[in-house]
């Protein structure tokens, strides 16, 4: 159970600590005192996020601390699990710095927001006129009906299979669409790859290939050059250059005995000699190499068109971008050939895993439909507890073929308030006060068969007055003899039965506004309950009649 609530800095509320009793707690105030604020407050320890607005004095951070007392809960597992120091009294603390960070603690151990909820939520369960509205939600509904049937592991175990599956599925469309886009270009490939094949691509070819047909369009040309540069060096008579370098080693040597610059002389003819020699040599050999050879023209230039051919059909630059096109072209044929066979096996995985879903999905749907009419008997007790005599509630589930997060049912709570009228959508024809009860009592049901410490009604008795109102408090007592539950309400009859009665208001200190919250005493009580009945003009009347209620529901002086 909750025992004590510190806040610190938070919206208007500058410092309060709020201890709780077991049983039934009230919490009243006029509308706007901070009942909200206080509710705020709390359900940051719950794990909700919060930024700087929530800061009264910005140059402060906000803490809200809630004390707990889980002796016997069996928390232990979890907290080990968790990597928590578990005490007796649990303490949850929620810091808001100045810039908007949070910080979350169990037991002064850091934590996460997702370690918070998860420790919170066995904890506190906080009801709230929004929960009413989600009475319309179909999701809200399952999850209602599965916490009747305890379908937690079901669940679980289904949305394991479920996720798996999914996953699965989606990694075999991939595929899928992967083999189909694949199928379409194989023929196209195979096609490619035997035209490239046959091509008998080398890398450096183009560039060799190019060079032979312009040596040999230019054939004759070349061979006139060659042949009349090899004459001047060393073929015409008498005026050669080989002729005329012999001349000039020989006037050089007949200076060699002088020694000096002259004998440098000698030496750089005899080298001028041998490159001349060699040139001339080299330019014999290669006009003699240089043919003129029309059939092979004729072959390069066909084979250069086949190049050029490819690679513009194949939007490329170069030979070596086709051999590297068909490496690929090879690859993806033989990769299209292993997914048809890794196709196959998903396919098999899928299916079976499939099965395994809808048959997780079925042992749900029959869970389901086993706790319908345990849960319908015990909706028609409790809202005749609530002055709806007579009223036919139903479960009513129907069945689809889609495999969804919460399974394949489809859950309406039908509701006919009237004898001999069919029952119909509670979401379309239940007012808000019947909207209440019928979520007050299925709330009342649910928690009978959850460990859950402390249950929080937060203004759920909207639309709800008279002898109705007696009977919502007359619920709420009856289960805080196994729960604490915190009412926040403007009703008097369900104050009147509270064992603890804290009332919100607000003072003005200096000009600013502050939340604040007291435990009333029984003469306290009395007046805030004849007040909560006749409005401020305050009458005997009244205040007998609010005493007479405390009287009756046997709530002794503090």
């Not at 008097?492 to 003072?507: N, T, W, Y």
Request: overall charge negative; glycine content about 4%.
């Amino acid at each position: 159970m909750l025992t004590t609530l510190k806040i610190e800095n938070y919206a208007i509320i500058r410092s309060l600590e709020i201890p709780f009793q077991q049983g039934l707690v009230a919490i009243t105030g006029e509308t706007g005192a901070g009942k909200s604020i206080l509710m705020g407050a709390l359900s940051l320890i719950l794990g909700n996020r919060a930024d700087t607005d929530v800061l009264f004095d910005k140059s402060r951070k906000c803490i809200v601390e809630a004390t707990f007392n889980v002796i016997n809960m069996g928390l232990e597992p979890l907290f080990q699990q968790l990597d928590l120091d578990f005490q007796d009294e649990t303490i949850i603390r929620r810091e808001i710095n100045e810039h908007g960070k949070s910080r979350a603690f169990v037991n002064d151990t850091p934590v996460n927001l997702a370690t918070l909820k998860t420790v919170a939520s066995l904890l506190v369960d906080i009801h709230s006129q929004h929960q009413t509205l989600m009475l319309q939600n179909a999701g809200f509904r399952l999850r209602l009906l599965d916490q009747f049937a305890n379908n937690q592991d079901i669940v679980n175990q289904y949305q394991t299979s479920l996720r798996l599956w999914q996953n699965r599925k989606s990694a075999f469309e991939k595929l899928q669409r992967k083999c189909s886009e694949a199928a379409q270009r194989y023929d196209y490939n195979l096609f490619s790859i035997e035209e490239l094949e046959k091509a008998n691509l080398q890398p450096d070819e183009q560039t060799e290939i190019e060079q032979q047909i312009k040596e040999l369009s230019s054939a004759e040309t070349i061979k006139s050059h060659l042949y009349n540069a090899t004459r001047i060096l060393s073929e015409q008579e008498g005026d050669n250059i080989l002729h005329m370098l012999k001349s000039l080693q020989q006037e050089c040597r007949a200076l060699d005995n002088l020694g000096g610059d002259y004998a440098s002389f000698n030496l750089r003819i005899d080298n001028l000699m041998t490159e001349a020699q060699d040139l001339s040599y080299d330019m014999s050999r290669k006009n003699d190499a240089v043919e003129v050879n029309p059939a092979l023209m004729e072959q390069l230039n066909e084979r250069i068109d086949l190049l050029f051919t490819l690679q513009n059909k194949y939007h490329v630059d170069d030979n070596q971008t086709l051999i590297n096109l068909l490496e690929s072209l090879r690859d993806e044929v033989s990769s299209y050939d292993e997914n048809k066979e890794q196709l196959i096996e998903y396919e098999k995985e899928v299916t079976k895993l499939e099965a395994d879903v809808k048959t997780k999905a079925a042992q749900l749907s029959a869970s389901r439909k086993a706790a319908a009419p345990a849960l319908t008997e015990a909706m028609e007790a409790r809202l005749g507890m609530l002055g709806m005599t007579g009223s036919r509630f139903t479960v009513a589930i129907e069945q689809n073929d889609e495999l969804r997060d919460n399974g394949t049912d489809t859950v309406t709570f039908l509701l006919s308030a009237n004898p001999g009228v069919a029952p119909a959508d509670i979401a379309k024809i239940a007012s808000g006060g019947e909207m209440s009860r019928i979520m007050l009592c299925l709330k009342s049901i649910i928690t009978d068969s959850m460990f859950l410490p402390t249950i929080i009604f937060d203004e759920i008795d909207t639309g709800i007055s008279g002898e109705t109102a007696s009977k919502v408090g007359q619920m709420m007592r009856l289960l805080s003899e196994k729960h604490q539950v915190i009412a926040i309400t403007h009703l008097p009859q369900i104050a009147a039965r509270c064992d603890q009665h804290l009332l919100v208001h607000k003072q003005v200190i200096d000009n600013q506004t502050y939340t604040n919250i007291k435990q009333l005493n029984m003469t306290e009580r009395e007046r805030m309950i004849a007040t909560m009945m006749s409005g401020e003009r305050l009458t005997e009347a009244a205040i007998a009649t609010a005493r007479e209620m405390l009287k009756t529901n046997q709530i002794k002086p503090n």
